[in-house]
């Protein structure tokens, strides 16, 4: 009992290191789409009667809103808990996840136990597996995979306890356990089939019967069919908000690319270099011991035929959705995590139990343990600092007090809203704190067909997203965009059919009589707060122009300290020709010291074929923090190699 109070302890003071300052945040940062879509789950069930086979969202691309979905159980406790604190805050769901983990990583210890770790080696293992850094994210979020990555620890230890005293009771439990792993995340079905191959090859081998086992095994699987049969006719009813087709690569020279890509992206987040140096150890111990294997217990080799088998099952997975893991680390908790820890644990356990050994282990566990914690909070840090280039976190930022800036707008609870440039599903309107529809990719059909097509009253947008993802694609909105009410970060707006007298200027709140715009004009000679790094030529109506050679990284540069500015909406725009093929371009701003870069940002634009002047532009919120003194610099960064004619620039703050 006290090496349990001792790991409980441990356990939740790392908790309080790593979460103390992110347990009550709203989704956000790395995967905010997935993680609010799966808050919305819970906080729907709250809104729609508790149902748990009727899972729903804020969005209503599907009918209703309801959604096909792997069983959301956890959602559903989720939201009684809510249900019952009579309130609805990130940290209960937050809180949920991390407490389940914990008894996760506990049942872990005693499963390390079981195949014959010591106490304190177990603790090493739970530990080693609690610091890797992609499971300290979600170890507090709302990705499901937590969940079933406690429950499989869970339902091996009682498998485990089944091999080890033959008692049916716990392979009941085990199999519970696996089985809600696999209803609640699909993956989890290898973790269960594995466990069902490998009871198999033992009846064969030991030529015996088990037909509890295989009653236990079909009331598993039984549930498991039954819940897809379910989930599809859901599918095919309503429709469905997550991902339910297969993303492999389609050749060799794809899955090598994937490959590079998964590694270079993640090779640091799924274990620090203190986790890969403790693997290292944990591999040569292995290929030491292998040639004693017929000295090893027999539980240690069950641990090590399962193991085979969930790596096989993982690599099969991982094969099919390899798409999906150079951008979704998580997809790694489902696969992969899992045997590689089983295979630390199982060379934990095999280390001689002698004197000398276990003081060099519990000298190199400490070190090791310590140096990637540290490792794992700074990979914490760097992924809950926010980045110019996290759209995600933007749209969380623009649209927080947006449920009382709608309610002050005379947009009603029940009204329905149409977020375009939405980034995320579920994030707009849960924050709105309204049902509605959402836009992710603003080409001009999708624009018009979400218009025309869905049932709403009221368009909300981004400001900052409002000139280059909205109205440059769709340029002729400008005239059917009645603006309602501002807040400085989102825009309410009516629309209508009917075309309206107004211009681009009339849907942001810029004060026109206070701020005026800064021009580049190359038939003037006005050219104050630009560089003057060009040269200009005229076309065959007398117009003046200028080219951005291929070779030329930057174009002309507006420049102005920050306390010069009118505010800190920065409102570039250009005026461009192009003759030849679409091609992109990048609008970028900075703000400078004398020694630093404090802000960057840049967005890729496309320029189109056109041989009228066609007008470009972005719109850019500096942050808060900027020194007065800073110089903000707005220009065309044209690291592609482009040449680009420009016939015109212009700056406007507000």
């Not at 309503?238 to 590079?260: D, I, K, R, V």
């Not at 004197?355 to 914690?373: M, Q």
């Amino acid at each position: 009992m006290p090496f349990y109070i001792l790991l409980i302890s441990v356990l939740l003071a790392l908790s309080y290191y790593f979460y103390a300052y992110t347990i009550s945040l709203f989704p956000s940062y790395y995967h905010a789409w997935t993680q609010s879509d799966r808050f919305a789950l819970a906080l729907c069930y709250l809104q729609t009667g508790m149902n748990l086979f009727k899972p729903c969202t804020f969005n209503l691309m599907t009918i209703e809103g309801v959604t096909a979905v792997d069983l959301p159980i956890f959602e559903y406790i989720i939201a009684w808990f809510m249900k019952t604190f009579g309130s609805e805050p990130p940290w209960i769901f937050r809180a949920t996840t991390l407490v389940y983990s914990i008894i996760g990583y506990i049942f872990l210890f005693r499963l390390s136990k079981l195949i014959g770790a010591s106490t304190v080696r177990s603790i090493a293992i739970a530990l080693f597996a609690f610091t890797c850094p992609v499971l300290v994210y979600y170890n507090a979020g709302f990705v499901p995979s937590p969940y079933s990555f406690a429950s499989v620890f869970i339902g091996y230890y009682f498998i485990f306890k089944y091999l080890k005293e033959a008692n049916t009771k716990h392979l009941a439990w085990g199999l519970f356990f696996l089985t809600i792993a696999a209803l609640y995340r699909t993956p989890y079905n290898i973790f269960l089939f594995a466990v069902l191959i490998q009871l198999s090859l033992n009846a064969i081998i030991c030529k015996t019967s088990y037909r509890k086992e295989v009653l236990y095994f079909a009331i598993s699987y039984l549930t498991i069919i039954a819940y897809s049969i379910y989930k599809g006719m859901l599918a095919e009813k309503y429709g469905s908000m997550f991902l339910t087709e297969l993303l492999y690569p389609e050749s060799f020279a794809e899955f090598q690319n994937l490959l590079t890509d998964i590694w270079n992206t993640w090779k640091y987040q799924y274990f620090t270099k203190a986790h890969y140096l403790f693997l290292g150890l944990g591999a040569l111990v292995l290929a030491w011991k292998l040639f004693a294997f017929k000295s090893w217990n027999t539980l240690q080799k069950q641990w090590t035929l399962l193991t085979a088998l969930i790596l096989a099952g993982a690599s099969l997975y991982f094969v099919l959705m390899m798409q999906q893991f150079p951008a979704h680390d998580y997809y790694f908790i489902d696969s992969f995590y899992p045997g590689i820890i089983m295979l630390f644990a199982l060379a934990v356990s095999l280390i001689p139990s002698r004197p000398v050994w276990n003081i060099a282990f519990v000298i190199v566990s400490v070190g090791l343990l310590y140096k990637g914690t540290l490792q794992a909070k700074a990979v914490q840090d760097d992924r809950y600092t926010r980045q110019s280039w996290d759209d995600g976190e933007t749209t969380r930022h623009n649209f927080e007090g947006a449920d009382v800036f709608l309610d002050a707008a005379g947009v009603a609870k029940e009204d329905r809203i149409l977020v375009l440039d939405a980034y995320s599903t579920n994030a707009p309107l849960i924050l709105s704190k309204r049902w509605g529809y959402t836009v992710q990719h603003t080409t001009k059909e999708n624009l018009q067909n979400a218009l025309d097509d869905f049932d709403y009253e009221f368009v909300v947008i981004q400001d900052e997203y409002l000139p280059h993802a909205i109205i440059y694609n769709y340029p002729n909105l400008v005239h059917h965009l009645e603006p309602l009410a501002h807040n400085g970060k989102i825009s309410v707006y009516k629309y209508t059919t009917d075309s309206l007298n107004q211009y681009f200027y009339d849907l942001l709140p810029i004060d026109t009589s206070a701020s005026q715009p800064i021009e580049l004009n190359f038939s003037n000679s006005k050219k104050s707060f630009w560089s003057s790094n060009y040269e200009t030529h005229q076309d065959s109506i007398g117009e003046q122009f200028i080219k951005i050679e291929s070779t030329k990284q930057f174009g002309p540069a507006f420049e102005q300290k920050v306390s010069e500015l009118s505010g800190r909406h920065i409102l570039f725009e250009m005026t461009y020709v192009n003759h030849s093929e679409p091609t992109i371009t990048d609008i970028a701003i900075s703000a400078t010291d004398d020694v630093n870069t404090n802000y960057y940002k840049s967005i890729s634009m496309m320029l189109h074929h056109t041989s009228k002047p066609k007008k470009l532009r972005c719109l850019f919120v500096l942050p808060d923090d900027l020194n007065p003194e800073d110089l903000v610099k707005c220009f065309v960064y044209n690291f592609r190699g482009n040449e680009i004619t420009a016939y015109g620039f212009s700056v406007l703050s507000y």
